[in-house]
């Protein structure tokens, strides 16, 4: 996609994090931006922002872990600026107590991470994509999953399941559009850490999905990273600057750190040889994140 001037997006978690600093990138560009996210304070304070630096921006409330509220948020965006050309399912969520072992998440999480960070790309992918096509002209769909998508081992199991499932259906997506020449590019983005609030999604977590006894609190040390990564971790900003750039060229994997390669590719090396794999620990590899952007910092 070469030119910006006057496209729409839809723009998923646009309330803040990654999909702010998005909906910012684009609008710059001359993009219309439907900012959507659970949170509608949110999403208005990023819409009321954009239209008063003198974008176009609509703010609409959405709960992609439901079938019934992508779709409407489709109709809203159709109906306000008559097509949608860029699609970012950038919308997802960490449940707290992430280092335990996979037994013990409760039922409760497994759908949470679920619903949210697989079925709301499905969802979206079911809503938007069809109109796409139907609409004509080239598009982009943007699908946020994470270098946990790419990689195992015991830490963070429900989120990294999840992640990986939406890369699986990410490359789908890119396959079944290439077969049928669609003039639609995909680009699949797993960042590493990111200064953003993903890791205080518990505030929206559904009442009736509250595990009995309330949800899990981190361990000291989870905390401690947690706390670290923000004068660590890359900005949203920069992140945004990836995407912009890969939906410009046409770039289908974007990943956001070299900290996690040798990890991903210890997984598939194990994978190719039939040998039991050995997996990088969840917290090294994320203190290497975090060391390494302190080092791009200085």
């Known amino acids: 996609m070469k030119n910006f001037d006057g496209r729409v997006a839809v723009v998923t978690g646009g309330g803040s994090g990654i999909g702010e600093a998005l909906s910012w990138r684009l609008a710059r560009e001359g993009v219309k931006v439907v900012v959507t996210d659970i949170d509608l304070a949110a999403a ?10 003198g974008h176009r921006a609509l703010a609409v409330r959405t709960d992609v872990a439901k079938g019934e509220e992508v779709e409407a948020l489709a109709q809203t965006a159709y109906d306000a600026f008559g097509r949608v050309d860029i699609l970012c399912n950038n919308a997802g969520i960490v449940p707290s107590g992430r280092n335990r072992p996979v037994w013990e998440y409760p039922l409760e999480d497994w759908k949470w ?7 709301g790309v499905v969802y ?3 809503s938007f994509v069809p109109r796409m096509l139907a609409q ?8 946020t999953a ?5 990689m195992s081992g015991s830490g963070s199991a429900v989120y990294s399941a999840a992640k990986h499932a939406a890369v699986r259906i990410t490359e789908a997506l890119y396959a079944s559009l290439l077969e ?3 003039p639609i590019g995909v680009t699949l983005l797993c960042p590493g850490l990111v200064n953003t ?3 205080q999604s518990e505030r929206n977590r559904p009442q009736e999905l509250l595990p009995a006894g309330g949800a899990a609190e981190e361990t000291a040390e989870l905390k401690a990273i947690a706390d670290k990564m923000y004068g660590g971790a890359i900005s949203p900003e920069e992140v945004a600057e990836m995407i912009f750039a890969a939906i410009r060229d046409n770039q289908f994997y974007v990943l956001t750190t070299h900290s996690f390669d040798e990890a991903i590719e210890s997984r598939m090396r194990a994978i190719l040889t039939r040998t039991n794999p050995h997996f990088a620990g969840l917290l090294d590899l994320t203190k290497r994140d975090i060391r390494q952007g302190e080092l791009k910092a200085s």
């Open 113 to 119: 991470a679920f619903d949210v960070n697989m079925m």
């Open 136 to 143: 004509g002209g080239d598009a982009h769909i943007m699908t």
């Open 180 to 182: 049928m020449s669609a």
């Open 124 to 126: 979206g992918l079911r």
């Open 44 to 53: 208005s304070r990023v819409s009321e922002a954009l239209t008063k630096a």
């Open 146 to 150: 994470s270098v946990a998508g790419l």
């Open 197 to 199: 609030r993903i890791y």
